[in-house]
């Protein structure tokens, strides 16, 4: 059975995996403007998000602007705002069942195997999270990609990476080695009636008592 270190490691891994995911669903920089083209003007910087599109000048002023409708929204970025908000829901009731497992908290009884059990789930779920926040992030770094590699797109709209989506790939590195960590905790074969005594034999009639 994992130890209290494993499990407070695992435990810390994935609660930063999922604030560099809150983080990043939260930026607007998941994709900002490419200066890959001759006549590309630099004097201001254009990002996209997943809420807001944001335009940066050079003198440092941002401005930014939410998405009217998100029916119109293209569907890589629907279905990346789904994931990522199902990953941070799964990743707040993992924290809650990780927290009843471990073995340096008081909940969820005294009950050792129990209580790995415990643990083991919320590392499962911890998993689940990060592989939902990674299938998002690989999604919509695919969809980036396509575009700038698109003949059909013209240079001056082409755009890359942004900060979010390393931040997001990180943090769903860090939640899945977390989760991992915790799903260590899968209890062993003991039993329950624990240690038992040697029986003690009768002794014999025929045993002679010396005086």
Same mark, same amino acid.
């Given at each position: ?15 930063l ?35 807001? /599109?944001? $335009? ?5 002023? %941002? ?6 409708? !998100?029916?119109? +929204?293209? &569907? ?21 069942v ?12 005294? /009950?050792? $195997? ?5 643990? %083991? ?6 998993? !689940?999270?990060? +592989?939902? &926040? ?21 240079m001056?709209?082409?755009y890359?990476f ?6 997001g ?43």
């Open positions: 059975m994992a130890n209290s270190g494993l499990q407070l490691l695992g435990f810390s891994m994935a609660l995996g999922w604030v560099g995911l809150v983080a990043c669903t939260a930026i607007p920089q998941w994709q900002m403007s490419s200066y890959a083209g001759d006549n590309i003007i630099t004097a201001q910087a254009m990002y996209k998000g997943l809420w807001m /599109d944001c $335009v940066t000048q050079s003198t440092g002023l %941002m401005s930014c602007k939410m998405y009217d409708s !998100v029916l119109a +929204l293209p &569907a890589a970025i629907q279905a990346t705002r789904a994931l990522m908000v199902v990953s941070l829901v799964l990743g707040v009731i993992a924290m809650l990780a927290t009843m497992g471990m073995k340096c908290t008081r909940c969820g009884g005294d /009950d050792k $195997v129990k209580k790995a059990r415990i643990a %083991m789930t919320g590392g499962i779920i911890f998993i !689940v999270a990060g +592989l939902a &926040a990674l299938t998002a992030c690989s999604w919509y770094g695919h969809m980036i990609i396509t575009d700038f590699y698109n003949p059909l797109v013209p001056n709209t082409k890359e942004g900060p979010a989506i390393f931040i790939w990180a943090g769903s590195a860090l939640t899945l080695l977390g989760g991992a960590l915790l799903s260590c905790s899968c209890p062993g074969s003991e039993s329950k009636s624990g240690y038992r005594a040697p029986h003690s034999y009768p002794k014999s009639n025929s045993a002679k008592e010396y005086v």
